[in-house]
């Protein structure tokens, strides 16, 4: 029962650099979401999949890529990290539109030098 | 771990005590509230939903209240016991916007046994 999962955990990465986060769901969620958590600021939303190939933009999407070519997959990419984007970076998934039950990642902890 | 919130505002309660977590959420037209319960290290997890048609919704040791006058919620565990500890999340949304979420900064409780 892998559920979700992301990858990497951690992460220490240049200013500059091309970071990739990986989540995977074996549940087949319709809804997929990327989180960013800070301290002060909660969970805040970065993008989201209705479904494959449908995705959109969240409330801080700058800086940030995402595909999802695969139901299962939602890869989170930052194109040239910055120091700003050093954060926990939380995958999560709903099955639909039924309740706000959103099952969540074990989060990826991005350091940006 | 990826816990984030070193500086969140504590709740300290003693093992076996009923505890309350207060939430003030920010829009009116906000008709569907979540909490969530983050343990250190460890993703989000969904503990009780309220819709605003209802003011107060009961799940196991746990208590929801919603007064929509205020914009009030709060989170009642009875109980309390030392794997209550956590930082506990609200969030709000209107009805469907599972991607217009929005979270509180979080409390933390701190059960002492």
């Known amino acids: 029962d892998a559920g979700i999962t992301q990858s990497p955990r951690y992460k220490i990465t240049e200013t500059g650099r091309q970071v990739t986060l990986m989540c995977h769901q074996t549940w087949s969620h319709s809804y997929m979401f990327w989180y960013r958590q800070d301290l002060g600021h909660g969970l805040r939303l970065i993008y989201y999949?209705?479904?494959?190939?449908?995705?959109d933009k969240g409330e801080v999407p700058d800086g940030y890529v995402v595909s999802r070519s695969k139901t299962e997959n939602f890869p989170l990419t930052l194109e040239s990290a910055t120091r700003s984007q050093t954060s926990v970076y939380f995958c999560?998934?709903?099955?639909?539109?039924?309740?706000?039950?959103?099952?969540f990642g074990e989060g990826s902890r991005l350091t940006v030098l | 771990g990826e816990s984030v919130g070193l500086h969140l505002p504590t709740l300290s309660v003693q093992e076996g005590d009923n505890s309350i977590i207060n939430c003030a959420y920010s829009n009116s037209a906000s008709d569907y509230f979540i909490w969530y319960k983050q343990e250190s290290g460890k993703g989000p997890q969904f503990i009780i939903d309220?819709?605003?048609?209802?003011d107060k919704r009961q799940g196991q040791r746990v208590t929801v209240l919603l007064n929509k006058t205020v914009k009030h919620l709060s989170l009642q565990i009875a109980a309390t016991q030392p794997g209550d500890s956590a930082v506990y999340f609200c969030?709000?949304?209107?009805?469907?916007?599972?991607?217009?979420?929005?979270f509180g900064a979080g409390t933390r409780l701190a059960v002492h046994p």
């Open positions: 969030a709000e949304t209107i009805s469907g916007g599972y991607n217009k979420l929005i």
């Open positions: 999560a998934s709903i099955p639909g539109q039924g309740t706000g039950e959103l099952f």
């Open positions: 309220i819709r605003s048609n209802m």
């Open positions: 999949s209705a479904a494959a190939d449908i995705t």
